[in-house]
């Protein structure tokens, strides 16, 4: 069965720092892996798509690494701010099905 | 509309009654999901309809749980003698066709049963 798995749980960053935050999957036999961001009370929002042949994706500040073979994927923001803050969530896609993560909580403090 | 919508985006019943929870995808997206958020249990998928197919219900945690889609757009969750159990947040996703599609997703119904 897959699991997927983020670390860490939460994080606190000054304004400004530079973040990683780290997904990982037990299963390599997937379609995608998608970051998504959650604010309180709120839906998901989509933030990067990697398909499964593919190495990376970036919009913006945000870059998303896959390495399917090691079951890891890194979401890399850039230069972070307050508006950042948020739960930041990984899912990956088996079959019919979606595997979340537990999330990153991120608060990027002024 | 420009993205998936759910109704009531509130609801809060006494256990023992049925409750209707609502989706409106993404105009012309043929795949839709159901998940739910559970404080401590995170993100669970529940159904999936794509098309005219036979819907994939193998996440339903019981039969307590049905959901319909009609005319390949809107869905419907039917959750039957709610338990306290069934309190979460139930969010509905869509995208174009399915397999390795980006999903979106809604703005989520928080339940509530007393």
């Known amino acids: 069965k897959q699991e997927v798995t983020q670390i860490p749980a939460a994080l606190s960053v000054p304004e400004g720092e530079n973040l990683v935050l780290n997904c990982s999957f037990t299963d390599s036999a997937i379609y995608n892996l998608q970051w998504f961001r959650q604010d309180p009370g709120k839906g998901l929002t989509s933030l990067l798509l990697?398909?499964?042949?593919?190495r990376e994706q970036t919009s913006g500040r945000l870059n998303a690494s896959l390495d399917k073979s090691s079951g890891r994927s890194t979401l890399y923001i850039a230069a972070s701010q307050p508006g950042d803050s948020a739960t930041y969530l990984c899912a990956v896609k088996v079959g019919n099905d979606m595997r979340f993560g537990a999330g990153t909580r991120l608060t990027v403090k002024p | 509309g420009a993205g998936v919508s759910q109704s009531p985006s509130n609801k809060v019943t006494e256990k023992g009654k049925d409750v209707e929870l609502r989706c409106d995808p993404i105009s012309g997206h043929t795949a839709l999901y159901w998940y739910r958020q559970s404080l401590g249990q995170g993100l669970e998928f529940l159904i999936y309809?794509?098309?005219?197919?036979?819907?994939?219900k193998s996440g339903l945690p019981s039969d307590r749980f049905s959901a319909e889609r009609t005319g390949g757009s809107v869905s419907t969750l039917t959750i039957q003698r709610t338990q306290q159990e069934d309190s979460a947040v139930y969010l509905c996703a869509s995208s174009f066709l399915a397999g390795a599609r980006e999903q979106f997703f809604g703005p989520g119904t928080r339940l509530t049963v007393l």
């Open positions: 309809f794509q098309g005219n197919s036979a819907p994939d």
């Open positions: 990697i398909q499964s042949s593919q």
